[in-house]
């Protein structure tokens, strides 16, 4: 499956920015969905992750009550609606996807083979 983000852009903190992530190749309905972010000068984290069926989500510790991952299957994307955003929020966000379930290792980089080419997202205070 090929992924492709978009949607990243230089917003003020408090604002808000709605991402996609886009697939070709194979069928979204597969995957379970995550979103990543790398700030400059640190490690990629976590930010989201969906199941296949969109039922249940799961989200990093500082993104939880801002950020709301969703997806349309039929359309073949996700999206990471970002509200009340901060200066701290600013990095490259990477969409990925993994066929594994196994969702104890939902955060985990190496568990989704397949990553975009990641969006950048700057947020001035």
């Known amino acids: 499956v090929q992924l492709q983000a978009f949607g990243g852009g230089s917003v003020q903190a408090g604002d808000s920015l709605r991402l996609s992530c886009a697939a070709s190749?194979?069928?979204?309905?597969?995957?379970?969905m995550g979103w990543f972010r790398q700030a400059p000068g640190k490690e990629r984290e976590f930010v989201a992750a969906?199941?296949?069926?969109?039922?249940?989500?799961y989200y990093g510790d500082s993104m939880k009550g801002r950020f709301t991952i969703s997806r349309n299957n039929a359309r073949n994307t996700v999206f990471l609606q970002m509200n009340s955003l901060k200066s701290e929020d600013t990095a490259v966000y990477y969409c990925?996807?993994?066929?594994?379930?196994?969702?104890?290792?939902?955060?985990?980089?190496?568990?989704?083979?397949?990553w975009g080419q990641g969006t950048l997202v700057t947020v001035s205070s």
């Open positions: 969906i199941s296949w069926s969109g039922d249940s989500t």
């Open positions: 990925a996807a993994r066929t594994s379930h196994n969702f104890l290792t939902i955060g985990r980089l190496g568990e989704y083979p397949y």
């Open positions: 190749g194979r069928t979204l309905s597969s995957y379970v």
